[in-house]
């Protein structure tokens, strides 16, 4: 069978592939978006019902889109994010054809080959916006039948796991509020604390992505770190947005947790059967956070010296520590009446699809500001892909216009240096 020619096709319609095809319809590029379900599909399916994006509404802007109602300092349900995306999609119509899964991307002459379960598509320039959570990271020392082993984007809310009690492994962003709510049904949670990155939601009267734009950090390039790779693998920030004005500065964090009788155990160390090793790391993995939090709100407040801003803030008030029992370092998940292990421990590159040299031993694309060494390959939306802000949905837009002015023009635009603070 003949391949169908065409341009340009994006893999992903999410947030970041509907970015480069928003700026692809302004060059007049000829193109097209492919993705294995709906626009947003990952947000549809694999997101718990409660969720609400970490970012402020004010941070939700794309490529000649951004929020506009009445609550710039809310957080979006997911559910509205999808409705956002859609809405997106549809003001510049965008070509979508969804329900189509590709399941190889092979090179082919002058350009690539992309084969679906319908049909092949040939195309000069690919690009891949499928996102930083290819698959679920499911250690391989967990071996048990005794209880339900769940990853997180499997969860759905307190009612779907089985009855008993609940093992969360991770304590960045989705296993601090997967813990909170379990906790606020009722359930007894442990959770297995591992590397983590404690922040608060606001500080001094401000949104904690208030002072991280203006501070200039996440516009920060990966460029300017000594190791790449381990400023790719920080943790998540522990936050949560929350829906209801009066609840969304409340804080969450280990010690909020631990006060409504969250027990906080060190990290998982194995499951066999149905006994759980834990480590005895918990207390040095509390005082690392404790110190990169107090680093960080110092810089904050030279920040506010710096500009003149210091009087007209709130005055400057910090989370305590976390205070905790000697945890153990087995569980009898049976006996403790544990029904559930779920699993908030991350995702790994998923890109076993992509037949050309450019993916890495642990499945990331090699890329410099989204640009592959395969001529007419790019990638969007990686973790910290060029800018700290690179997998938030505010900063995919940056990404997306490096992308497509090279796609368009064969070079990168100049890089805009923000002073760190």
């Known amino acids: 069978m003949n391949a169908q020619q065409i341009d340009t096709v994006v893999v992903g319609a999410g947030h970041a592939g509907l970015a480069v095809s928003r700026l692809l319809t302004q060059e007049g590029r000829e193109h097209v978006v492919l993705d294995r379900g709906r626009v947003g599909e990952r947000w549809r399916s694999e997101r718990w019902d409660s969720l609400h994006l970490l970012t402020p509404n004010w941070m939700t802007r794309l490529p000649g889109w951004y929020y506009s109602g009445p609550d710039p300092e809310g957080f979006l349900p997911a559910a509205r994010f999808v409705r956002h995306l859609q809405r997106y999609a549809d003001s510049f119509d965008a070509p979508v054809l969804t329900g189509t899964d590709v399941r190889a991307l092979r090179p082919a002459p002058d350009g690539y080959d992309l084969h679906t379960d319908e049909v092949t598509l040939r195309a000069r320039n690919v690009v891949v916006a499928t996102g930083p959570h290819g698959a679920p990271r499911v250690p391989a020392s967990i071996a048990t039948s005794d209880v339900e082993v769940l990853t997180s984007n499997r969860y759905r809310n307190p009612a779907s796991l089985a009855p008993g009690g ?220 060029h800018r700290r802000d690179s997998g938030f949905i505010d900063g995919a837009r940056h990404d997306a216009h490096a992308v497509v002015a090279h796609l368009t023009t064969g070079s990168l635009p100049p890089v805009r240096v923000n002073q760190l603070r």
């Open 166 to 385: 609940v093992l969360v492994v991770g304590a960045s962003a989705s296993g601090v509020q997967i813990a909170d709510e379990l906790s606020r049904a009722g359930r007894q949670v442990t959770l297995a604390v591992g590397r983590h990155t404690r922040v608060p939601r606001r500080y001094r009267g401000m949104d904690l992505f208030w002072w991280l734009d203006s501070t200039g950090r996440l516009a920060r390039t990966v460029d300017t770190f000594h190791d790449p790779c381990e400023a790719r693998d920080e943790p998540s920030l522990q936050l949560v947005g929350r829906g209801d004005p009066a609840l969304r500065d409340l804080p969450l964090d280990l010690r909020v947790l631990a006060e409504r009788g969250v027990r906080l155990t060190g990290r998982l160390r194995s499951v066999q059967g149905r006994v759980a090793e834990l480590g005895d790391d918990l207390t040095d993995r509390l005082h690392a956070a404790d110190r990169a939090l107090h680093g960080l709100l110092d810089s904050f407040d030279r920040f506010a010296v710096e500009t003149g801003l210091d009087a007209e803030l709130l005055p400057a008030e910090r989370p305590g520590p976390v205070e905790v029992a000697p945890p153990p370092r087995r569980l009898d998940l049976v006996a403790e009446g544990i029904g559930t292990i779920l699993l908030a421990t991350g995702y790994r590159p998923a890109h076993d699809w992509v037949e050309v040299p450019v993916v890495g031993p642990d499945g990331s694309i090699e890329q410099h500001r989204g640009v592959t060494p395969a001529p007419g390959l790019y990638v969007v939306g990686q973790r910290f892909q």
